[in-house]
């Protein structure tokens, strides 16, 4: 038992995916060339105003109601003054006291298997800024805005988190969840979901909270983790040391495996918050909230349990199936096909095909096996035409080469053979063609079934239903 | 055709259409007066001649043709801090100098739709900050009255060039006064519509809760046929208002009988001067005359409308003016070391002194700490003031009173005490922190200098309030005087 107790709290910076900026009709996709997709209200020319998307706040919305937490009728818009060159007005348009979502929460799965409720304290709208660029560019600094005004859903949530682990969870969740909801692309090597992590640790038992460091701009789980692993044995080894933690933000080095402190002045930063008095606030009346509601797909821990429940799956394999709605909806697709056997399908999806999207870098939509194929291999096995050890066969065969699971058993001629006459006549050839070792057998050298078995396969190309030869020959060899 | 500077907006626009006139001569009259008055008065920062002239060849084949808007062929001019499309938009400064603007504001663009011609852009007070048109880049505007004298500010290009003919019209902005107390001091018509009226897209930025545009002409009539092109839904500005633009113009001829009319007694205080008090209660007999009922109507947190306006405007401001920073476009300092002394010497050498005064003012009252203490309470105070203005006009139709406490000062008379100077604008900020519609309508002199009635009416009055200077002026010619050597 460590004597010091981890505390995390994370912002999420979702992207929304809506098709144009939060407060210009400037396009969002990603990679266009450095300001192919900035206009005058995002370049922040003199005289220009902001015009909220409504397709943002729809997003917000969507995802309030998915955590379950409170939508404000009215939230306003305020104004972050900081000068930076990619931040072309000279301040971001974010939410600060009052929030479009509000006390929400998600629950994630803990290693026993226990569920831990997260809270999120708040989620708010705001712009994104832009880049700074300088590979390629000696002796200056490039501007691109084509990420200056992208919508972003700030999701902050409650310094619940006791682990690195819990941390990551928490992030998978709340990413499996903005992608249920199709409000964000969850790229996180364009930078479409990232988050800050608050980490600080405190004596066991301790009420105060220790002094804390933001790590920010952590764009994938793996990195989420380790950050955090190091900063908490960082922050120990201080405190152990009889040192006190500076509170202060810090960069993660991925390269180097270690969090160091920003290089800034901003220690005395003052954000100067004050509500924009180019946006009126931001009413939303009941009935566009309900409305919302009604696009609110099933949600993953709805679709978990009724995976669980309906088809007979233990928590743990329904959580993993329904981790991305493409997913789900695959096995679903699977399942029906198949007319049943839910648990094979779960055990091929999250097996077979799993570990070959993995090996190549795919995603499960992408076509390669459709469903509807992989349902054909597995209803072969259901009626025993082939054996599960040779279907693993079939379905290489059908991953490498497009084709059926019956066209390749018929192709490859790996029909399992299950007519008792037929498995009868090859024993008797066996038998007739190795008297001695019948003989031995029949002496009671009972090894020598093994034998037998091996010469049939053999002889049928492995196709020999295995149960069904064991019973026959155990009655022909005993004659 | 020498005489066709004489003529009001209103009438320039009827004789365009009965074609007694081409508009390339209007054009021409009146650029050939910008020309030899702008060493005197310093009115314009930018006079775009050649484009004028081929829109006017344009306007009169329209014409000639039985097309155009409601002025087709008339000449105006805009307060340098409406953006037009390839001309430079400087809003005084030398922080944009070199701004040439990639659009046109969207009253730039309902104006050029109506058909009305720019022939330049007026000089103003930096960022429209001032009240006296002496915080220019390009150097002070002279009120024709007097050379010596200012026009006010921050639209006193506007003013002084519809005060001298220059132009029929102008456009201006009021974000504390900056319409109606030049109007004042140059002895013309102007009016700051309702806050939301009037689209802010394209109008640079002081104060974006205050700001609001509006137009500076010779008369109410001519004022009503400007407004009523420029105004109305803009859905680049998310606060400007979805509501019908009343024809401001039909409804001038109005009868004033049984108007209710209320004295803002606030504004007839001991720093009224005697003889502008005198020219304000000479105008409301004209109105008793007319058939209207005075009495008197107390606004009692009114006072108190100069430190909450220097409080919220410079909060505004300061951040408004942060994407000032020799990044994009604008000044840029020589030879910048790094990124901060690119900021510092970008903006200490682009802004002028009352511009930077009043950024560390809005720096100041922003700040942690400070925000509760003044900023809050700045927003409170006007939301009390608001209430006075709903609380008076459910009980009067509009508000009469001073528009300044004097008239016209001396150039330099004020320049070191930013104090007094703002404590000229004692009657005009209520007004914008209300939101509601004001204007300034000429009624009389003061030893030889123009002096104006403010009229003040409900959100979205303006019909009612050109009505009612309409009237007025119909009895009276004050906003009929031109200086002298001007005529």
């Known amino acids: ?42 370049l922040g020319y003199p005289g220009v105003l902001p015009v909220l998307n409504a397709e943002a706040v729809r997003m917000a919305v969507k995802l309030g109601l998915a955590i379950n937490a409170r939508i404000a009728r009215s939230s306003v818009f305020a104004r972050k ?11 971001q348009i974010s939410q600060y006291e009052l929030p479009i979502v509000a006390e929400g929460a998600v629950d994630i799965v803990l290693d026993d298997g226990a569920l831990k409720r997260i809270g999120i304290t708040r989620a708010h709208l705001e712009e994104d800024a832009g880049k700074s660029l300088h590979e ?18 700030e999701i902050v949530s409650e310094p619940h988190l006791r682990s690195a682990k819990e941390a990551v969870a928490y992030m998978k969740k709340v990413h499996t969840l903005v992608r249920y909801l199709e409000i964000c692309d969850g790229n996180m090597q364009e930078g479409s979901f990232r988050c800050d992590a608050n980490v600080s640790v405190r004596r066991a038992g301790a009420q105060k909270l220790g002094t804390r460091a933001e790590i920010k701009n952590l764009n994938s789980f793996r990195f989420v983790e380790r950050a955090i692993n190091y900063e908490v044995s960082r922050q120990i080894d201080i405190l152990e040391s009889g040192g006190q933690v500076v509170q202060e933000t810090r960069l993660y080095d991925p390269d180097k495996g270690e969090t160091r402190p920003m290089r800034s002045k901003e220690e005395a930063n003052d954000y100067r918050y004050f509500p924009d008095p180019d946006l009126l606030p931001l009413v939303l009346s009941d009935a566009f909230i309900e409305e919302v509601r009604t696009t609110l797909p099933e949600l993953p821990d709805q679709k978990a349990a009724r995976f669980a429940s309906g088809y007979g799956l233990s928590p743990y394999d329904a959580g993993v199936l329904t981790a991305s709605r493409e997913l789900a909806a695959y096995y679903e697709e699977v399942v029906r096909e198949l007319e049943g056997e839910p648990k094979l399908a779960a055990n091929w999806v999250m097996g077979e095909l799993a570990a070959a999207l993995n090996r190549e870098n795919l995603e499960v939509g992408s076509g390669r096996l459709p469903a509807a194929r992989l349902a054909g291999l597995l209803e072969r096995i259901a009626d025993q035409t082939i054996s599960g050890k040779i279907a693993k066969e079939v379905f290489e065969a059908m991953w490498s080469g497009g084709r059926s699971a019956d066209e390749v058993i018929d192709a490859q001629g790996l029909r399992q053979i299950t007519d008792s006459s037929a498995i009868e006549r090859v024993i008797d050839e066996v038998m007739g063609k190795n008297p001695a070792q ?3 057998y029949r002496a009671g050298k009972d090894k020598l079934f093994g034998f037998f078995v091996g010469q049939v396969m053999k002889a049928t190309g492995g196709k020999a239903n295995p149960a069904q030869l064991n019973e026959l020959l155990k009655k022909k060899l005993g004659g | 055709m020498s005489e066709l500077h004489k003529r009001t907006l209103t009438e320039l626009a009827a004789g365009l259409r009965a074609r007694k006139f ?45 097309g155009g808007g409601a002025l087709t062929g008339v000449p105006i001019a805009h307060k340098d801090l409406f953006c037009t499309r390839g001309v430079r938009t400087s809003c005084g400064s030398r922080m944009l100098d070199n701004f040439v603007s990639p659009y046109d504001a969207t009253v730039v663009a309902r104006l050029k739709a109506a058909g009305a011609i720019s022939l330049g852009k007026t000089n103003m007070d930096e960022f429209a900050m001032g009240s006296s048109n002496e915080n220019s880049y390009y150097g002070p505007v002279r009120n024709p009255w007097n050379v010596q004298l200012v026009p006010g500010g921050s639209s006193g290009g506007s003013a002084a060039a519809v005060a001298a003919r220059l132009v029929p019209g102008a456009t201006g902005t009021d974000t504390g006064g900056s319409i109606r107390q ?12 309702t806050y939301g009226r009037v689209s802010r897209f394209g109008m640079v930025a002081f104060a ?48 004033l009988a049984g108007l209710k009319v209320g004295l803002l007694k606030e504004f007839f205080d001991k720093g009224l001067e005697a003889g502008n008090e005198r020219r304000i209660r000479e105008a409301l007999q004209v109105f008793e005359k007319l058939g209207a009922q005075l009495r008197e109507v107390s606004l009692p947190n009114l006072p108190l409308s100069v430190p909450t306006y220097y409080v919220v405007a410079p909060a505004e401001a300061s951040s408004n003016l942060a994407r000032f920073d020799g990044v994009r476009y604008g000044y840029r300092c020589k030879e910048p070391r790094d990124l901060l002394d690119l900021y510092q010497r970008s903006r200490g050498e682009g802004f002028g002194a009352e511009v930077k005064r009043r950024i560390m003012t809005g720096t100041y009252v922003l700040s942690a700490g400070y925000y509760d203490a003044y900023y809050l309470r700045a927003q409170k105070v006007r939301q009390l003031i608001t209430d006075d203005f709903r609380r008076a006009f459910a009980e009067v139709d509009v508000l009469m009173g001073p528009m300044t406490p004097t008239a016209a000062f001396a150039i330099g008379a004020k320049t070191d005490d930013p104090i007094a100077m703002y404590l000229n604008d004692i009657y005009t900020i209520g007004a914008n922190l209300a939101g509601v519609p004001a204007m300034s309508v000429p009624c009389g002199f003061v030893a030889g200098l123009p002096v104006g009635l403010q009229i003040v009416g409900p959100h979205f009055g303006e019909a009612r309030l050109l009505n009612v200077a309409h009237r007025y002026q119909l009895e009276t010619d004050w906003h009929t005087r031109v200086p002298q050597g001007y005529a």
């Not at chain 1, 995916?17 to 450095?34: E, H, L, M, N």
């Not at chain 1, 390629?136 to 859903?153: F, H, K, S």
């Not at chain 2, 030049?182 to 519509?193: E, H, V």
């Not at chain 2, 809760?209 to 109305?232: F, H, P």
């Open chain 1, 81 to 91: 003054n900081y000068f930076y060159p990619d931040l072309p007005k000279g301040y």
């Open chain 2, 22 to 66: 081409s508009s390339v001569e209007v054009v021409r009259a009146f650029l050939g007066r910008i020309e030899s008055r702008q060493g005197t008065l310093n009115a314009f920062v930018s006079v775009t001649s050649e484009q004028a002239l081929a829109e006017a060849a344009g306007a009169d084949r329209a014409l000639a043709s039985g």
């Open chain 1, 136 to 153: 390629g560019l000696p002796g200056v600094t490039g501007i691109d805005l084509n990420r200056a005004g992208t919508p972003l859903v």
């Open chain 2, 208 to 255: 974006s809760s205050l700001d609001q545009g509006g137009v500076l002409t010779v008369s109410a009539a001519d004022a009503a046929l400007m407004l009523r092109e420029m105004a109305g839904f803009d859905p680049n500005d998310s606060t400007s208002v979805e509501a019908p633009v009343p024809d401001y113009v039909a409804a001038l001829d109005a009868p």
């Open chain 2, 182 to 193: 030049p109007a004042a001091l140059c002895g013309i018509t102007g009016i700051k519509p």
């Open chain 1, 438 to 440: 019948l003989a031995d």
């Open chain 1, 1 to 42: 038992m460590s004597a010091w107790e981890t505390v995390i709290g994370l912002e999420i910076h979702a992207q929304l995916a809506t098709r144009s900026k939060i407060f210009s009709g400037s396009a969002t996709a990603y990679g266009a060339p450095p300001n192919a997709q900035a206009n005058l209200v995002d």
